[in-house]
């Protein structure tokens, strides 16, 4: 394994994009609909208003400081001059940010990795920026297969985790109840918008498992 991923929670955590054009854009839409607070710097050359992803901040029309990305997180950087990019990048990381370049591997922390967006459920694939193309295309035929509700199944799961571990404190007797959870009748109610439904499936299931 070459790259690792690792699953960042967004709540309460600040994330910066400097740049303008659709690279900007791009990284914008990643986290428009996360809890993110997101700041977004649209220096050099700006796309069209029209283009701006559904809910981003609006644009500071200055290079940022250090005040500026002080407590940020995460860091994108997508402008096109290599001098200022590499400039850019260490000064954010003068602050404690991890910076990403974009299409500059050797100047990011990280890579972006292409991801599927179920709302709970995010599945990302990556080549460490080495075949970005490759990691879309495989992205699109994962995504062709993923049920669209899993979103719904894994907050349904998330609300009655606790009430699960409490009931069933064995670990393996408390595995085989999600497993039977994630592959029976509750995941297909989930899937036809009938989650009050599975929600009653999944107590079910727990009465019978709890003993």
């Known amino acids: ?95 404690g940010a991890q910076v990403n370049v974009v299409d500059r591997p050797h100047l990011s922390d990280f890579q972006t990795p292409a991801l599927i967006d179920r709302d709970q459920v995010v599945v990302g694939v990556a080549t460490g920026g080495l075949g970005p193309i490759l990691a879309r295309d495989l992205r699109s035929r994962i995504e062709a297969v993923l049920p669209a509700a899993l979103g719904p199944l894994a907050r349904l799961a998330g609300e009655l985790r606790e009430t699960v571990k409490a009931s069933v404190p064995d670990f393996m007797a408390r595995r085989r109840f999600w497993e039977r959870a994630f592959r029976g009748p509750a995941a297909d109610l989930v899937a036809h918008g009938r989650e009050a439904e599975a929600r009653r499936e999944m107590l079910r299931l727990l009465n019978v498992a709890a003993p």
Do not use: C, Q, Y
């Open 1 to 95: 394994m070459r790259v690792f991923l690792a699953s960042i929670p967004l709540t309460d955590v600040r994330v910066a994009v400097i740049g303008g054009g659709e690279a900007a854009l791009a990284k914008l839409r990643l986290f428009t609909t996360s809890p993110a607070a997101l700041s977004w710097f649209a220096v050099g050359e700006v796309a069209d208003r029209r283009e701006w992803p559904n809910g981003a901040p609006e644009p500071v029309f200055t290079e940022p400081t250090a005040e500026h990305l002080a407590g940020a997180r995460l860091v994108f950087i997508a402008v096109e001059n290599a001098g200022d990019a590499a400039r850019l990048a260490a000064m954010a990381r003068t602050t």
